[in-house]
């Protein structure tokens, strides 16, 4: 990969925002496939607004348990996440961020040298994708570098 005009015989750093959907294991697969030697990270963001959904569908008792349960619900996607690049003969290393997950995300291009993001095109449907908008949109509108969009 090109940086700052020189070649680099590094392999890619690419990040795969990752969030559990069908289309987010697509471009696990997808990187496996067609970037097989490149340094791979999956990123899962936990979104700190669904302790207010919580708290609106179930109450406060069941939003205090939020943080160990996102936590948790983290660990196993990250674990699924490996699993399906495992299966696929790629290796990876994970990681778990908290935050708006178009920010984490493009925050995580610039703090960690990536030359390429490969994400789903969306996780989310129906009314929590027209509330919160596009995570893949904001990415793709305002990443530094190339962004794949897997359907």
Not at 92 to 108: H, N, S
Request: hydrophobic share 40%.
């Amino acid at each position: 990969m090109a940086r700052d005009g020189v070649i680099s015989s590094m392999p890619d750093r690419l990040l795969v925002p990752f969030d559990g959907s069908p289309l987010a294991e697509r471009a696990v697969e997808y990187v496996a496939e067609k970037h097989p030697d490149a340094e791979v990270t999956i990123l899962h963001v936990v979104d700190p607004i669904s302790v207010v959904y919580e708290a609106e569908a179930h109450g406060l008792p069941e939003a205090e348990e939020w943080p160990r349960r996102a936590t948790e619900e983290a660990e196993r996607v990250c674990a699924d996440a490996a699993k399906i690049a495992a299966d696929a003969g790629c290796s990876v290393t994970t990681a778990v961020e908290t935050g708006r997950p178009a920010r984490v995300i493009l925050d995580y291009v610039e703090d960690h040298d990536i030359d390429h993001v490969v994400l789903g095109s969306h996780g989310r449907s129906g009314v929590s994708r027209l509330l919160l908008g596009s995570t893949a949109e904001r990415v793709m509108r305002q990443s530094p570098v190339p962004v794949t969009v897997v359907r």
